[in-house]
C-alpha cells in the first residue's frame, strides 16, 4: 500500500501537509478546514471531466485523510512533533471519503466552482501554484497547464507573463523549454485543448437535451396525472349524485293498495248478497 507521504507527492508535490494544504504550521482549525475546503473543491470527483475523474478522486481522498489529522488535536500534536500519524487507521477512515466530506461542508453547486475560480485567478495562490509547477517541470508549459487550476490555452498569454516576470524577478531560473518552446509543441497542445474543449461542448449540449427531455417528460407525467385525477374527480362526484338520487327516492313513502283491495272485497260482498237473495226468493 502507498504511503500518505507518497501520495502526497505524487499528486501535490510535497510531502508536508502544511505545504500541499498551502498554509502555515501555525494554522488555526478554521484555517485548516478553509484550505482543505478550497482544494478539494478543485478536485471533487463530481465536478470535473470523466478523463481526470480517477485522479481526481485519488487526490480527493488524500486532501481527506490530511484534515482527518490535521483537523484532530491529538493527531496533529503527534504529527507537529515527529512527523507521524496512524496510516492505517487513517486509510480506514477515509474509505467513506465522500461521506466524511459532506459532514463538513455544504453540497458543491457550479456558482461555488465559479466564485472561487474568480478569487484564484491573479491571486498570491495561484502565483505560488505557477512557480511551484515551472519549478517542478522545468517550464514545461504542457505540465504547468495540466497541474495548475483553471488554464487553458486561452490563458496561456497571461500565465506566461506571469511567469516570465518571476524569472526577471530572479525568484525563478530560466529554462529553456519554457523561454525557447518550439512552435510545432505549442501547436500540438492547442490541437489538444480544442479538442478536449469540442468534445467538453458537446457533452455539455447532450446533458441539456437530456435534461430538456427529463423536464418535458416529468410536465407530461404531470399532466396525465392531473387529467386522471380530473376525472376521478368527475366520476366521484357522478357516483355520489346517483347515490344521492337513490337514497332519496327510497326515502319517498310508497302509495297505499288498500283502496284497491276494498273496493274489490265489496264487489265481492255485493255478488255474495244477489246470490243470498236469489236463492231466498226461491
Known amino acids: 500500500m502507498t504511503s500518505l507521504l507518497d501520495l502526497c507527492e505524487q499528486y501535490f508535490g510535497a510531502r508536508d501537509f502544511y505545504e500541499v494544504l498551502k498554509i502555515p504550521r501555525t494554522a488555526n482549525d478554521k484555517q485548516v478546514k478553509k484550505a482543505y475546503h478550497q482544494l478539494s473543491l478543485l478536485v471533487h470527483p463530481d465536478r470535473v471531466e470523466e478523463d481526470i475523474k480517477a485522479e481526481a478522486t485519488e ?6 485523510r490530511i484534515h482527518s489529522i490535521l483537523s484532530d488535536t491529538e493527531k496533529r500534536k503527534i504529527y507537529d512533533q515527529s512527523g507521524q500519524y496512524d496510516e492505517e487507521s487513517e486509510e480506514v477512515m477515509m474509505r467513506n471519503w ?33 512557480k511551484r509547477a515551472y519549478m517542478d517541470s522545468k517550464g514545461d508549459m504542457d505540465y ?11 490563458e ?8 516570465q516576470d518571476l524569472i526577471e524577478k530572479g525568484e525563478v531560473p530560466e529554462y529553456e523549454a519554457f523561454t525557447h518552446e518550439s512552435e510545432k509543441k505549442k501547436q500540438r497542445r492547442r490541437r489538444k ?7 467538453a461542448d458537446r457533452l455539455d449540449k447532450m446533458l441539456k437535451i437530456e435534461n430538456e427531455e427529463n423536464a418535458a417528460a416529468n410536465n407530461l407525467m404531470l399532466a396525465i396525472q392531473s387529467r386522471n ?21 327510497s326515502e319517498k313513502p310508497s302509495k297505499k293498495r288498500s283502496t284497491p283491495k276494498s273496493a274489490k272485497t265489496s264487489k265481492i260482498m255485493k255478488t255474495t248478497k244477489k246470490q243470498r237473495k236469489g236463492r231466498e226468493t226461491l
Open 98 to 130: 465522500a461521506d466524511y466530506w459532506r459532514s463538513l461542508f455544504k453540497k458543491i453547486s457550479v456558482e461555488d466552482i465559479n466564485n472561487y475560480k474568480q478569487t484564484y485567478k491573479g491571486s498570491e495562490i495561484e502565483a505560488k501554484d505557477l
Open 229 to 249: 385525477e380530473a376525472r376521478a374527480s368527475q366520476s366521484d362526484k357522478f357516483f355520489d349524485s346517483l347515490i344521492d338520487k337513490y337514497a332519496k327516492m
Open 59 to 64: 487526490k480527493f481522498k488524500v486532501l481527506g
Open 156 to 163: 496561456e498569454p497571461r500565465i506566461h507573463s506571469i511567469i
Open 144 to 154: 504547468i497547464l495540466e497541474s495548475v487550476p483553471f488554464t487553458n490555452c486561452e
Open 193 to 199: 485543448w480544442a479538442k478536449e474543449a469540442e468534445e
